[in-house]
């Protein structure tokens, strides 16, 4: 295990709705990276937070935001849910920010919208 | 956009064997590539990474190769157990980025 934990474990929402998931890095750790991981593929990088502050995004649109935490924990908010963002969500933690390569992943949340 | 792309979908093995799972990767600028190992309901786990100033690491069973004349890396199982059936990942990173570029995965099975 690597003791970085996600919340919730599934998730079921509607189209047009808003979702939050949670993750908490682990203890050390000072970077929260998020990753959207469709069925069948490799995880692509949704954006990064280094000590409290966006680090870096990947090709997503602004409904797509998040927070951290002044205890490194994370926020992944996502706005106007469309069914393509049916998905695993994983968040990844590691120390140092940018160069901070070695990243230890949670379990991920499984949103299905409908 | 560059991407990192695998060769093989699906190996399929018998315990014992040796395994190997290639990776093409097209963005010369990487520099820092990394093989992860996802099994079904967990996140990707980190198995072994390697710098573009090498072109070999091993590790307990496994060897990471890189071959950066044609932009190739391949992930060597001694000795494969059905503990190692899972999709492998490579990625691959840039320094100075925070992203890490994922190809679409290889699923190991593995038979006794």
């Known amino acids: 295990e690597t003791g970085v934990t996600q919340s919730p474990t599934h998730l079921i929402k509607t189209r047009g709705q808003q979702v939050t998931l949670r993750c908490s890095s682990q203890?050390?750790?000072?970077?929260v990276s998020w990753y959207q991981q469709a069925l069948g593929q490799g995880p692509q990088f949704i954006f990064q937070?280094?000590?409290?502050?966006?680090?870096g995004r990947g090709n997503f649109p602004p409904r797509f935001s998040g927070l951290q935490f002044p205890n490194y924990s994370s926020e992944l908010n996502v706005n106007a849910l469309e069914l393509d963002d049916s998905a695993l969500y994983l968040c990844?933690?590691?120390?140092?920010?940018?160069?901070?390569?070695?990243?230890?992943f949670g379990p991920g949340t499984r949103l299905t919208v409908t | 956009g560059e991407s990192v792309g695998l060769h093989l979908p699906t190996l399929s093995v018998q315990e014992g064997d040796n395994s190997i799972i290639n990776c093409a990767y097209s963005?010369?600028?990487?520099?820092?590539f990394i093989w992860y190992k996802q099994e079904s309901g967990k996140g990707p786990q980190f198995i072994i990474d390697?710098?573009?100033?090498?072109d070999k690491r091993q590790g307990q069973r496994v060897t990471v190769l890189l071959n950066k004349t044609v932009k190739h890396l391949s992930l060597q199982i001694a000795a494969t157990q059905p503990g190692d059936s899972a999709v492998y990942f490579c990625?691959?990173?840039?320094?100075?980025?925070?992203?890490?570029?994922f190809g679409k995965g290889t699923m190991l099975l593995v038979s006794p």
């Open positions: 990625a691959e990173t840039n320094s100075g980025y925070s992203t890490l570029t």
């Open positions: 203890s050390g750790h000072n970077t």
């Open positions: 390697i710098r573009s100033n090498m």
């Open positions: 937070y280094y000590r409290e502050e966006e680090n």
């Open positions: 963005n010369s600028a990487s520099d820092y």
């Open positions: 990844a933690s590691s120390s140092g920010g940018q160069g901070s390569y070695e990243q230890y």
